[in-house]
């Protein structure tokens, strides 16, 4: 007679069966094409409480696991200054995937209000990295992991020429300027949204979204529906559906910069011009 697996076991084994194709196996392509873990290693795997940052915990918990390459991690959850009710279902969720959480508690959330009322999300998106890397450092780390995943890298870059007037893409790995040592790494970053999603309903998971005091006063809990980002989504959704291939092709636009059909571009922060190469 078989034994009969717990609830965090049948998660655990979806990701590696159900989902091996589009979560598990792009997953290890970008740790291995990437190079974004080496042997002493020890990793803070940043849980915000939300699906990515969730399954991002499990699947570093699998591949420490089973990997020939030794690494630590540490599963480092911060309270910004989420309502109880927000911070019960993280400490739930934690429960039921069995991740050992380490927490800390800041005042982001009303720091980043405070000092940027009418739009605080990019002021509040720098200050949590800025304190999961002091954290993390203090606890003996040499590397944050975060949530971002694949449609992000996508979202990103169109986001970037249409709202920003510019090429720019997401790193899979980015060395801090401010703290020394410390890296940043994006392990899901060939993982698709819609696969994070399928893996969620499938195992009848809720997470938290944004919880901020913000983002609930202008959608009541929503995302906001005239942000950039949603209209992207929308755009690449519509774009989908006459061409299957349109998420890969703007993914793998960033891995294949035509440098020298750019009229301009900057390289660590000085701008160059296709005119340098032409004889005076």
């Known amino acids: 007679m078989s034994k009969q697996l717990t609830r965090c076991q049948t998660i655990e084994r979806s990701m590696i069966t159900t989902y091996r194709k589009t979560i598990w196996s792009p997953f290890v392509l970008a740790v291995k094409k990437y190079r ?3 042997a002493g290693d020890k990793i803070a795997v940043c849980i915000s409480g939300g699906k990515d940052s969730m399954l991002l915990a499990k699947l570093m918990q699998e591949l420490q696991r089973h990997s020939e390459i030794p690494f ?3 599963f480092l959850a911060m309270n910004p ?6 911070m019960q279902k993280i400490m739930e969720n934690a429960s039921i995937l069995e991740i050992p959480l380490t927490t800390f508690d800041s005042d982001i959330f009303a720091a980043a209000d405070s000092a940027c009322a009418e739009s605080p999300c990019y002021l509040c998106a720098r200050m949590r990295r800025g304190h999961l890397y002091a954290k993390a450092k203090e606890l003996g780390c040499n590397k944050i992991a975060l949530g971002h995943h694949k449609s992000d890298v996508i979202e990103t870059t ?3 020429m249409l709202y920003g007037g510019q090429l720019q893409g997401m790193l899979p790995r980015l060395q801090s300027t401010n703290f020394e040592g410390m890296e940043l790494i994006r392990p899901m970053y060939c993982i698709l949204e819609e696969d994070i999603l399928r893996w969620k309903e499938y195992n009848g998971l809720e997470f938290i979204a944004c919880a901020c005091k913000f983002t609930q006063n202008l959608t009541g809990g929503d995302e906001d529906i005239f942000s950039a980002r949603r209209k992207v989504k929308a755009l690449i959704a519509d774009l989908k559906k006459e061409n299957e291939n349109v998420e890969n092709n ?6 294949n910069v035509q440098l ?3 009229v301009e571009y900057k390289q660590d922060g000085e701008k160059h011009s296709f005119l340098e190469k032409l004889q005076k």
Do not use: P, R, W
């Open 36 to 38: 974004l873990i080496s």
């Open 72 to 74: 630590e991690l540490v």
């Open 81 to 86: 200054g989420y309502n109880e009710q927000n």
């Open 158 to 160: 169109v986001m970037g």
């Open 250 to 255: 703007i993914f793998q636009s960033v891995h």
């Open 260 to 262: 020298d059909t750019l």
